[in-house]
Antibody, heavy 124, light 109 residues
């Protein structure tokens, strides 16, 4: 059974770069056919999609974060990562990673595996 | 840009009652390109429904999803105490390619 676990610094200073890692256990990222997502949730708010990396290495980001977000994969460590540059207090949130089966032409399978989330606070 | 609008914001119910949650897409989306998630306090979201109407693994049959195009509905036939939490709809394929609704909170009356 595949499990995801987010990790990273809980506190980041304004203007710095936030770096988070999602470690995949119970299955290999390399050679798998999945989308790997990052989603965040501001305190007391709803879910905000950040972006994904596909098994081909292609990425796509939310327009609101596109200029600051980078998602990458390290297959040797079975991890994928999020880097968010120039953070401000508005980036304080719970960050989740999730796995998604590739949609077909006619069907969408949803994000079926989620990590527990990691809290990030941006403060000096 | 595709916007998902969920209603009501909060649904107050007693155990055993029927819950009807709405998700409206603008512009319309393909019928099978919608998922529903449940989130309990302090927990990650959990996939309930995919393809608008298929239950995810281990989801009880009291949960059902219907709808197409613009209007989608999540129904809990008889709410159980463990069903209280926040429910989100999510679309695939628009621009941006993934977006969530703002959520509906199901609370104990």
């Amino acid at each position: 059974q595949v499990q995801l676990q987010e990790s990273g610094p809980g506190l980041v200073k304004p203007s710095q770069t936030l770096s988070l890692t999602c470690t995949v256990s119970g299955g290999a990222i390399s050679g798998s056919d999945y989308y790997w997502h990052w989603i965040r949730q501001h305190p007391g708010r709803g879910l905000e999609w950040i972006g994904y990396i596909y098994s081909t290495g292609s990425t796509y980001y939310s327009p609101s974060l596109k200029s600051r977000a980078t998602i990458s994969v390290d297959t040797s460590k079975n991890q994928f990562s999020l880097r968010l540059s120039s953070v401000t207090a508005a980036d304080t949130a719970m960050y989740y990673c999730a796995r998604e089966d590739p949609p077909t032409t006619y069907y969408y399978y949803g994000m079926d595996v989620w990590g527990q989330g990691t809290t990030v606070t941006v403060s000096s | 840009e595709i916007v998902l609008t969920q209603s009501p914001g909060t649904l107050s119910l007693s155990p055993g009652e029927r819950a009807t949650l709405s998700c409206r897409a603008s512009p319309p989306i393909s019928t099978s390109y919608l998922a529903w998630y449940q989130q309990k306090p302090g927990q990650a979201p959990r996939l309930l429904i995919y393809g608008a109407s298929s239950r995810a693994t281990g989801i009880p049959d009291r949960f059902s999803g219907t709808g197409s195009g613009t209007d989608f509905t999540l129904t809990i036939s008889r709410v159980e105490p463990e069903d209280f939490g926040v429910y989100y709809c999510q679309q695939f394929g628009g621009s941006p390619p993934r977006t969530f609704g703002q959520g509906t909170k199901v609370e104990i009356k």
